[in-house]
């Protein structure tokens, strides 16, 4: 299995900021996933990331709020723009072992937002 | 629209209590599906996986059996324990989604008292 570590475990920001959420692997993966858990809420995937192209971001979620960056087969982050209180929720890095597509996820971002 | 449903969702058993819980899926056509711990605030820890192909997966215990055509699955934990309290996630992957996506349940809650 994958070991996925992610920074900051939490924080808690400001209306209008920005926050940069960083995924590191322990192994080369080809695909990294961003999911969102709204508080109370199941997991919802925001993208999916390839190293050397653009992310592809499922229904509901756009670029412009969520940029993510996936400049090699071990890291990613992922932004979480202009933030509103809304956006107070847990994200979660996962990768996925290609082999048996068993996914591994990491322990999470808390996000709060004032 | 592929969905996936937990029942009950929350569960309160004396420890030592054997317990089932359920997972139902909407399309039969899946790659797999896929059991998760969380931890309150935490991230999500893989119990176990089931491909499309099999019947059931066990781990210590922990079994977990998978009817396809009747787009059921269930978790049978044997002999609870207080550490056993924690949400469980059944995530399904479904054909039409694209073998990347996990479609998530919406948990079920287990306490597990002394």
């Known amino acids: 299995s994958a070991v996925i570590s992610q920074k900051p475990s939490r924080d808690i920001c400001q209306r209008g900021t920005s926050l940069t959420i960083q995924c590191q692997v322990d192994s080369q993966v080809t695909m990294m996933f961003w999911y969102r858990q709204q508080p109370g809420q199941s997991l919802t995937l925001i993208a999916t990331?390839?190293?050397?192209?653009?992310?592809?971001?499922e229904s509901g979620f756009v670029i412009d709020k969520f940029p993510i960056s996936r400049p090699n087969l071990t890291f990613s982050t992922l932004t979480v723009s202009n933030m509103s209180p809304e956006d107070s929720s847990i994200y979660l890095c996962?990768?996925?072992?290609?082999?048996?597509?068993?996914?591994?996820f990491g322990p999470g971002t808390r996000l709060t937002v004032l | 629209k592929q969905e996936v449903t937990q029942i009950p969702a929350a569960l309160s058993v004396p420890e030592g209590e054997n317990l089932v819980l359920n997972c139902s899926f909407t399309d039969s056509a899946i790659y797999n599906l896929q059991w998760f711990r969380q931890d309150p605030g935490k991230g999500l820890t893989s119990l176990l996986l089931i491909q499309s192909s099999q019947r059931e997966q066990t781990s210590g215990r922990l079994n977990a059996s998978l009817d396809k055509s009747s787009g059921r699955s269930t978790l049978y934990i044997a002999a609870s324990q207080p550490g056993d309290s924690a949400t469980y996630l059944c995530?399904?992957?479904?054909?039409?989604?694209?073998?990347?996506?996990?479609?998530f349940g919406t948990g079920t809650r287990l306490l597990v008292s002394p």
């Open positions: 990331a390839n190293q050397g192209s653009e992310a592809t971001y």
């Open positions: 996962s990768v996925d072992n290609y082999s048996y597509n068993e996914q591994f």
């Open positions: 995530a399904v992957r479904f054909m039409n989604t694209g073998f990347q996506k996990l479609v």
